[in-house]
């Protein structure tokens, strides 16, 4: 059995996301796009490829799509077909457990169905760059009607988001922005006639932020434990990380047991790869410090510094010129480790596309 503490895990999850050194390499050449960074507020995805290369941030071989949990991941265009297929629902009961949805009491019973109809209501509408409201619209009159609901603030009958956003990669639809003026765009990308890859989309989790349990992949990508297990790889290793059963591919044992020593400051932004581990009580052994990190609502970003979770820090724009952060420590910070966090802000700067940052501690 090989055995393996917190400090090891830590450093090996730094490395395998590209937090360990900042590279030169073009945001769709990094790693870390295996997985998808997700978009958790307009432009943080440039906050989180700022924090692994040196490089230009706009590629164009990247895109954003309702991935993971139907959330906006960006992901490389060249990867769509495969991850179509990875995500599509196992059975019914794993579309079930993905959809979970108070508002449509009767569509859960819909299981795949409910996302295939929404899907295919989905390329029947959007051809062309659309506004969101109108291919809510359009996509709401196309589904069965147990899959909508009312909207009070709108005086409309919408589809449930979790529904709709579940259904956007299968439905051949990609994300052009977000917010008021939110776009939707067409995606070429296949119908998937049933689930393929699922194994292969464990072992990339397992890749970035194992070893792991089937019970945190099964939260990571909102399916159940039971299906996780019924498909959980051949070719990995179980391992004890201070004493917890563990897994993780074969192919990554070397790394994990000698990894590099985390000797860099990073800002990283609400919900960017490292913090989409479940086993959070790794990420930050200290519990009363998770509802900082992990809020209902509003996230902060986190401050990365030698390799642990040290605080957390907030943007705020002002105008075109300059990014103002208030970075909270955990614990106070001597000089030097301020003057490191300082020069990193400027890192957010670039991502923010604005010359200057101000840091303020609190």
Not at 4 to 16: I, N, S, T
Not at 20 to 25: H, I, L
Not at 45 to 59: G, N, P
Request: proline fraction near 9%.
């Amino acid at each position: 059995m090989i055995n393996v503490d917190r400090a090891q895990v830590m450093a090996f999850r730094l490395a395998a996301l590209g937090l360990t050194e900042r590279v030169s390499a073009r945001p769709a050449d990094l790693p870390v796009l295996d997985l998808g960074v997700q978009e958790y507020t307009p432009g943080s995805t440039h906050v989180a490829l700022a924090a692994r290369t040196s490089a230009e941030l706009d590629d164009d071989r990247l895109l954003t799509v309702w991935a993971t949990r139907g959330a906006p991941h960006l992901h490389r265009r060249a990867d769509i077909a495969a991850l179509t297929a990875q995500l599509w629902p196992i059975s019914d009961a794993d579309a079930t457990a993905r959809i979970k949805s108070a508002q449509i009491p009767y569509g859960l019973s819909l299981g795949i169905a409910a996302i295939r109809a929404t899907a295919a209501a989905f390329r029947e509408v959007v051809h062309t760059p659309m506004p969101r409201g109108e291919v809510s619209t359009a996509v709401s009159s196309r589904v069965p009607a147990e899959l909508t609901f009312d909207c009070k603030p709108c005086q409309a009958r919408h589809v449930s988001g979790s529904v709709w956003q579940l259904a956007g990669l299968p439905g051949g639809v990609q994300v052009l922005s977000r917010g008021r003026d939110a776009m939707l765009g067409p995606l070429d990308a296949p119908f998937p006639e049933s689930n393929h890859g699922f194994g292969e989309l464990v072992t990339t989790y397992l890749r970035f932020l194992g070893p792991a349990t089937p019970a945190e992949v099964a939260k990571y990508l909102q399916s159940t434990t039971t299906e996780v297990r019924a498909h959980w790889p051949a070719d990995l290793v179980e391992l004890h990380v201070d004493g917890r059963r563990s897994w993780l591919p074969a192919a990554s044992v070397p790394a994990l047991e000698s990894p590099p020593t985390p000797a860099s400051v990073r800002l990283l932004p609400a919900m960017d790869p490292l913090l989409q581990a479940r086993d959070r009580d790794l990420l930050i052994p200290e519990r009363d410090r998770h509802k900082e990190v992990w809020r209902a609502l509003g996230n902060p970003g986190v401050l990365l510094l030698d390799g642990e979770i040290a605080g957390v820090w907030r943007p705020r724009m002002a105008g075109k010129k300059r990014v103002d952060l208030t970075v909270t420590p955990f614990a106070p910070l001597t000089p030097k480790q301020q003057h490191r966090v300082e020069a990193e802000a400027s890192e957010v700067a670039r991502a923010r596309n604005v010359p200057t940052a101000t840091t303020t501690f609190t």
